[in-house]
């Protein structure tokens, strides 16, 4: 069976995943544009509802901590009544002379009435290329809203010198008003 291509349609995969959202096995989180402040038709992300029965199905093969973490932030988000969506965030950016058109991602726009918090999930954060990555989102924000990076490593909750808390993923989970505090 190895090798075997099966042409799928679209709307068959769209009919798959809507059952799979119905049966409560995954949420969307869609993509907001939020500069222009609207949804972006680009492809939602999903996110597993129970990671227990994910990693059973899979044999616990698949531990991509990366993606772990994110997803069980979003669970806890979704948990602690937030609405979360995937914040987009249209840049111009120069490259070889040349200005192009980039799309830089905010893991997490989460809303709670008229609170409002951004989140980015960031398994390690020890090399400074990748503190660049998970920063440089929010430092393309124009607004006041809290902007929060989640860590795997073990560091201290603090606010860097452009006002964007670090806080450890543990820290989040083990404490409801983690967010609201720092």
Do not use: C
């Amino acid at each position: 069976m190895q090798g075997l291509r099966i042409k799928v349609d679209g709307a068959t995969v769209s009919n798959y995943i809507s059952h799979l959202e119905d049966e409560f096995l995954f949420e969307r989180s869609r993509r907001f544009d939020l500069k222009g402040n609207w949804y972006v038709d680009t492809p939602s992300k999903y996110y597993a509802v129970d990671l227990g029965l994910r990693n059973a199905k899979l044999g616990f093969r698949q531990n991509e901590y990366n993606h772990l973490m994110e997803n069980a932030i979003y669970n806890e988000l979704r948990y602690r009544g937030y609405s979360v969506d995937v914040g987009v965030i249209g840049i111009r950016d120069y490259k070889d002379g040349k200005r192009e058109y980039k799309q830089l991602e905010i893991d997490f726009v989460a809303n709670k009435g008229g609170y409002r918090i951004y989140l980015q999930s960031a398994y390690r954060m020890d090399e400074p290329d990748k503190q660049m990555q998970e920063l440089r989102p929010f430092l393309k924000m124009n607004d006041a809203f809290k902007k929060v990076v989640l860590v795997g490593d073990d560091v201290p909750p603090h606010v860097n010198e452009k006002g964007i808390v670090i806080m450890n993923v543990i820290d989040f989970m083990k404490d409801p008003g983690s967010l609201e505090r720092v």
